[in-house]
């Protein structure tokens, strides 16, 4: 069968690969034991284990969305609906350092643009694309409800607000 | 009018986040005083309050509990809606990362006056990661002292909260949205009936209440119906939020008796515009609101004087556009956002929602065509009121409102094939988009 592009439901990529299964560590088992007993369906747990995964691995993989899935009673194919519906989830690796740029209305106004092209030009990446040491991926992303301090960009957990293209740079030079 | 301190009253102190700082400022009180009354009490208190819930929907929190069935076979659920990712607005951030046990305290009142079971969870965007940490934090705090766990402040009732982060999705901001993603599912909207306050998450009877609704409550049971009518209009009552962002020199969270005057609140305390340029178009109520020009900001911030207007205060994010903002650029960005965040359920608003995304973008771009203004009004007529949720009517509002307000900038944008002269375009038209 010619390759298919990695979008593609039935691209190799999207299967797990039998060599490579994952499992959580005792300390992420414990948390992920301390998840279920909030919720009084399994399936309600799907969400907050997926972001366990996340933290553990960087990115939800198939073989995680299997493992989360064998979890928690799962299919595969459910367990993937839900991560390809949500933003948060990364459906590929992303860099040490994923450097998200609001760029909705009130951040545009404030110029939150020329920062997103300017971190786009200055990595040489293609919005969404990580950068070939796997420093730093690039994307614009929707209202991080933090339009009274605009623009804002979010790097990985933190937000930093009131952002200019000179700010961001400093902010780069520290973020090694 | 005066700026006041209730729902912020705590925000600006040293540590307000713990609760020794809580209860130095007299919290936990009204919980305390709640769990001696009769729920029934509680609810007619909250009737006679007139609050109004602050998400967007502006609908009388009492009445909405009194739909809640009592003795329904399955639990009750009280849940939280922190989701706020309306563009514009950023008032419950406030109230999360600054007094999140005001916000706990009018969670355990809430759940008592509806019966809820023991549990009860809280739905936070999951970009608020700092927001959700906070709220752990306090919860433990809470939990250490005794309020919540198993027979809170020494009564027979139990009840525990959790935070539950969401994952990026701007519809799981919508009730049942928001309860099919607390089930673990994609934040699809259900089919309403059956509304949630009969069967709503896990199949029980469920109140959704947004962060700045509950935070009201303590107040109501603390000093009073009569006391919170004091704030605002009839109809219109209590302390607001007002959350002001884009072209003011002091842009912000403000908190006022609800219904001040937005011409007022944009010139006299944010200050007026950037650079003292003129205004071009106000939006007051987040990304959804149809447009305001200048000359018809003149309006008290309340429900429905802004519905008299042709607007809505929706969450009250007041996005102030100057006159160097192009309009069609602006509304392509809102576009793009509702495009982005239709959870495809619906056809006419997946696919009309993207269509008008790129009309607007080939506008912007100097390809578009005569009838472009008239074929995004006639879009916008079989996207609203045709899909299960509100999504679709949010995403027409600011098009309609600026189509018709500026339409000779938009056929300006046709026959010049640019931005109207003095009018400033934000993006490179030539980066490549990342797919939806």
Redesign the interface.
């Known amino acids: 069968m010619a390759d298919l592009h990695p979008d593609n439901p039935y691209a190799k990529v999207r299967f797990p690969d039998r060599g490579k299964l994952v499992e959580f560590l005792p300390d992420a088992k414990k948390r992920f034991d301390h998840i279920l007993t909030r919720y009084p369906t399994k399936e309600a747990a799907l969400l907050p284990t997926l972001h366990l995964a996340q933290e553990e691995w960087g990115w939800i993989s198939p073989e995680v969305v299997h493992y989360v899935g064998s979890l928690l009673d799962l299919s595969p194919a459910t367990v993937f609906g839900v991560v390809s519906f949500y933003n948060m989830y990364n459906q590929k690796p992303v860099g040490k350092y994923h450097l998200q740029v609001c760029t909705n209305l009130s951040c545009m106004v404030t110029n939150a643009y020329d920062i997103y092209e300017h971190l786009c030009e200055k990595l040489g990446v293609n919005p969404g694309e990580t950068t070939g040491d796997g420093r730093y991926t690039v994307a614009e992303v929707e209202c991080l409800g933090s339009c009274g301090t605009a623009p804002v960009v979010q790097v990985n957990n933190d937000y930093h607000e009131n952002m200019d293209v000179r700010k961001m740079d400093e902010l780069l030079a520290k973020l090694k | 009018m005066q700026p006041i301190k209730v729902l912020t009253a705590n925000i600006d102190k040293p540590n307000s986040a713990s609760v020794e700082t809580y209860l130095e400022s007299g919290g936990y009180a009204a919980a305390r005083k709640a769990l001696g009354m009769k729920p029934d009490e509680i609810i007619q208190l909250v009737k006679d309050s007139e609050l109004r819930g602050r998400g967007g929907a502006g609908f009388p929190t009492g009445s909405k509990w009194g739909f809640v069935p009592k003795n329904a076979p399955k639990p009750t659920w009280l849940l939280c809606n922190a989701d706020?990712?309306?563009?514009?607005?950023?008032k419950d951030?406030v109230i999360i990362e600054k007094d999140p046990h005001l916000l706990i305290e009018g969670m355990i009142i809430s759940a008592f006056a509806i019966g809820s079971n023991p549990?009860s969870y809280i739905y936070i965007?999951?970009?608020?990661?700092?927001g959700a940490m906070v709220l752990e934090k306090a919860l433990e705090e809470a939990r250490a002292k005794g309020f919540l766990g198993k027979g809170i402040f020494g009564s027979n009732f139990d009840f525990d909260i959790?935070v539950?982060?969401?994952?990026?999705?701007?519809i799981c901001g919508e009730e049942t949205g928001l309860i099919e993603?607390?089930?673990?599912?994609?934040?699809q909207p259900r089919v309403k009936p059956p509304f949630p306050a009969v069967i709503g998450v896990?199949g029980g009877p469920t109140v959704v209440q947004n962060v700045e609704t509950l935070a009201c409550v303590p107040f109501i049971v603390d000093k009073g119906a009569e006391w919170f009518k004091g704030f605002g209009s009839p109809k219109n009552t209590g302390p607001k939020l007002y959350?002001?962002?884009?072209?003011v020199k002091k842009?912000?969270?403000y908190e006022f008796p609800i219904g001040v005057n937005l011409k007022e609140l944009i010139y006299e305390h944010c200050g007026g515009i950037t650079n003292d340029r003129k205004l071009k178009a106000v939006?007051p109520g987040g990304?959804s609101a149809p447009m305001l020009l200048p000359h018809e900001i003149d309006l008290a911030l309340n429900f429905d004087d802004v519905m008299k207007a042709g607007s809505m205060l929706g969450s009250a994010?007041i996005?102030v556009?100057?006159e160097s903002?192009c309009i069609v650029d602006?509304v392509w960005?809102?576009a793009k956002?509702f495009a982005?965040?239709s959870?495809g359920q619906c056809t006419p608003c997946r696919e009309g929602t993207n269509w008008m995304e790129s009309i607007l973008d080939r506008m912007e771009r100097g390809e578009g065509r005569q009838q472009d203004a008239d074929l995004l009004l006639d879009m916008a007529d079989n996207i609203g009121g045709k899909s299960l949720c509100a999504l679709g009517d949010a995403a027409i509002g600011p098009v309609i409102s600026s189509v018709k307000k500026f339409r000779d900038e938009y056929l300006h944008h046709v026959t010049h094939k640019s931005c109207l002269p003095g009018t400033k375009r934000?993006?490179?038209l030539d980066?490549?988009?990342?797919?939806h």
């Open positions: 706020e990712s309306e563009p514009g607005t950023f951030r549990m965007r999951g970009e608020f990661h700092y959790t539950h982060r969401g994952a990026g999705a701007y993603s607390l089930e673990g599912h994609r934040g896990f959350c002001v962002s884009g072209n842009p912000g969270v939006i990304a994010g996005i556009l100057d903002v602006a960005r809102l956002f982005h965040e959870c934000y993006r490179r980066m490549p988009v990342a797919a």
